[in-house]
């Protein structure tokens, strides 16, 4: 994965490193390093840089290094190492200040140390870093979409990275709805995306490692696809569902519009079984999709919704779906009711009124005047087992359905 502004402190040339402020920034993720003189960083960064400054280019107007500072922290550059020396003789003291201020990370490098050396080393880094991942993505393809015939190859390419795939092992979706809204697309927002879906492989990878797990991972155009390495032990159900919470807290937490899903199948232990692991993967990720009750499960625990999702015949589903449901969709459209979303809401919740009305923001009153009306339309009866039970199918075959 990319190196971390963390991971600086282990690199040969970097000895002499020194943390002053922003302490609370060296989980950043470091995409290269660049030496600026002026004071216009804007103009000269991307976003994601480790930059490094002398201070000969303001050499006799040090006063500039706090608005140095907030143009990095609002470039979102990763960190700023200050050379000091000549030109730079300490980090004042309101530098320090205004950088803890932002979180951002602010070093200090003693002159002595080679600025050429330094940027080599950590140049080098992150190239062979993206060599690995190139490969481990390519390894994956290859196990998942693509052709196994050669279990033994793959084996042997990922034990050069040190990923055993002769053990066990199990597939992971997480699904991001990241597309650019329709006709909104423009170079800002694809960039924005790309960010996200790598600070998610990023959380996710991190929230494995937690666990002394190491997952190997491909970004594909609305999912995080990964390979998970299995115990198989009775405890490793609950682990994974752990692993899963903490995805999406952590996802929640640091990228707060991303709203995800999250599937895995069942362990296999031959390579070419993968595909079969990656079925039920897909089928896990559609119940946490549809079910609205949470937004995780793994294959073993979908029960009934094994069968009602491996129904091979769509026309079925449709004609099941308008049987029960058509009545109000139809109602709806003529009325721009909301009786559908509302039953849904009923069922997939905890049939609490108080409840479902705070989840819908209406009052109690107009819930059960909806239910009543559902009933009415329907010709079922919510209080009948089987007749709630059908209801209750239909409306998660119709979120199958539209996926």
Known sequence: MALKLKDLFHLPHMKGLKLVAGGTGLERCLHWVHVVELPDVMHWTLGGELLFMTGIGIRDNLAQLPRII???????????????????????????????QLGFPLFELPWEVKLVEVTKEICNHIM??????????????????????????????AALYDYDLAKP??????????????????????????????????????????????ALSTLRSDRLALL?????????????????????????EKLKPMQLHIGWGSPFDQLPSAKKSLEQAELALKVAMTSGKKRYF???????????????????????????????NEYDKRHGGELLPTLAAFLEDTENLLIVAD??????????????????????NLGDTQDRMHLFFATIVDKYLSL
């Open 228 to 252: 998970l390495p299995s115990d198989g032990s009775m405890q490793e159900a609950h682990k994974v569902d752990t692993i899963a919470q903490n995805i999406l807290q952590a996802s929640q």
């Open 128 to 157: 062979s870093q993206q060599i690995e991942e190139k490969s481990i993505q390519d390894i994956l393809e290859s196990i998942l979409y693509g052709d196994c015939s050669q279990p033994e190859l793959l084996t042997n390419r």
């Open 70 to 100: 907030e143009a990095c922290a609002q470039r979102k550059v990763a960190g700023l190492v200050l050379n000091v020396g000549p030109y730079i003789p300490a980090t004042p003291p309101e530098v320090i200040e205004l950088a803890e």
């Open 359 to 380: 989840k819908l923001h209406i009052h109690r009153n107009t819930l059960r005047y909806r239910l009543q009306k559902v009933e009415e339309i329907t010709g079922r």
């Open 169 to 214: 092992h199990r597939v992971m979706f997480v699904r991001y709805g990241s597309s650019p809204p329709q006709g909104k697309a423009n170079l800002a927002i694809e960039q924005k995306v790309h960010e996200d879906k790598l600070k998610l492989q990023q959380i996710v990878h991190d929230n494995f490692l937690r666990t002394g797990k190491k």
């Open 298 to 328: 793994g294959y073993e625990s979908l029960g009934f919704y094994k069968v009602l999702f491996n129904v091979s015949n769509r026309k079925e589903l449709e004609s099941f779906r308008s049987e029960v449901l058509g009545p109000l």
